[in-house]
């Protein structure tokens, strides 16, 4: 039984309900509940809520959902969402600011209508700012270190700082930023470039993801991050894993590192599948592949039919 609910804060502006279903705001379709969900008005709802909050509640962030598998107990504390008043994009010299829930095609689109270079990349990463801050997200030989100049931060206790990708500690598919603190906007360094140049680049991307990954179905992107010089597809191919089932959830034939939900899987048959999936790799090839996507919430065990 939950100890956090919404009638024990007062003065929020934004949506603040018990026992939201998460399953409707992740792209793989899975999740229990959070206790708490929270929608904020703007800035300040937020950092009245975090002065308000328990030290002790735990704090989950919760952007475009693309990057979480949320198991089927649901998650304990409060699950943050950052809405509209935190999707504006504004010129900053040669540069463009982006609040954290903006998605990254739009910044990318954004930046190409203005004829500024370097965000193309981000038009077929299908994410938020936020997410993406945390995750450190890239393709196509670019990520958001390089072209982040600083992003702004809250913090447990509701005060704001700003941080460069070097004190964000940004790695592959990684940052080191503690686990509840907030993105709340990142500033992002352009190339001048024509808009007809940007539009080419973008559409091509774009392309070349239709053709190597799923289209149209419940998946999480990469669900491993690459092992050191090697393909987690490469690895996962060679140990059987494509198209390998749990339940409703299987392993692409398209793209075998990206896990599908079917339409009746459980965040436990996707979990189940994909430590399967480790467990083959590590007896074929002695490779410890790291989930790239993040597993969060209570488990609820269910019965798992292996295909
Ligand atoms: C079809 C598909 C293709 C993909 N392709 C790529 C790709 O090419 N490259 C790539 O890197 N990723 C890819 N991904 C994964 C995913 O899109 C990225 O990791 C993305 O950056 C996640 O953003 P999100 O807003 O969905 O974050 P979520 O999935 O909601 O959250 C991811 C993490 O970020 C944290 N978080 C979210 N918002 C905030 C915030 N405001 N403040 C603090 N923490 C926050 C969450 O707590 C969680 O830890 C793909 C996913 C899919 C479904």
């Known amino acids: 039984m939950t100890h956090w609910r919404a009638e024990d804060f007062t003065g929020i502006r934004g949506i603040l309900t018990n026992a939201e279903p998460l399953s409707r705001h992740t792209w793989l379709g899975v999740g229990g509940p959070a206790d708490l969900y929270f929608e904020p008005a703007d800035e300040a709802d937020l950092a009245a809520f975090m002065r308000q909050a328990d030290s002790t509640m735990p704090l989950l962030l919760l952007g475009a959902g693309s990057n979480m598998l949320v198991r089927d107990g649901g998650v304990e504390g409060c699950v943050i969402h950052l ?3 935190f999707s504006a994009i504004t010129e900053a ?3 463009l600011m982006a609040g954290a ?3 990254d095609a739009a910044l990318a689109r954004a930046a190409g209508k ?3 270079g370097g965000l193309s990349f981000l038009v077929s990463i299908p994410g938020t700012i936020g997410g993406g801050l945390r995750m450190n997200a890239g393709c196509y030989g670019s990520e958001f270190k390089d072209v982040v100049e600083r992003a702004r931060i809250m913090l447990r206790d509701g005060t704001i ?3 460069t990708p070097a004190e964000m500690g940004m790695s592959y598919r990684h940052s080191d930023v503690e686990a509840d603190a907030i993105f709340l906007s990142a500033r992002f360094r352009t190339t001048p470039k024509s808009v007809e140049a940007c539009k080419a680049e973008m559409k091509e991307m774009l392309q070349k993801r239709a053709e190597t990954q799923p289209q149209g179905v419940r998946t999480g992107g990469s669900t491993f991050a690459n092992p050191d010089g090697d393909n987690a597809w490469r690895v996962i191919d060679a140990a059987g894993g494509r198209g390998l ?3 409703g959830a299987h392993m692409s034939e398209k793209h075998c590192n990206f ?3 079917s339409g009746t899987a459980s965040a436990h048959d996707l979990e189940e599948l994909g430590e399967e999936i480790r467990r083959r790799v590590a007896a074929h090839s002695g490779i410890s592949l790291r989930w ?3 597993l969060c919430g209570r488990a609820m065990m269910k019965e798992t039919k292996h295909a």
């Open 83 to 85: 809405g509209e008043a």
């Open 93 to 95: 010299g040669d540069s």
């Open 101 to 103: 829930a903006v998605t």
């Open 114 to 116: 203005l004829g500024r």
């Open 161 to 163: 700082v700003e941080r």
């Open 245 to 247: 089932r749990v339940g």
């Open 259 to 261: 896990m599908i939900n």
């Open 292 to 294: 790239e996507i993040k």
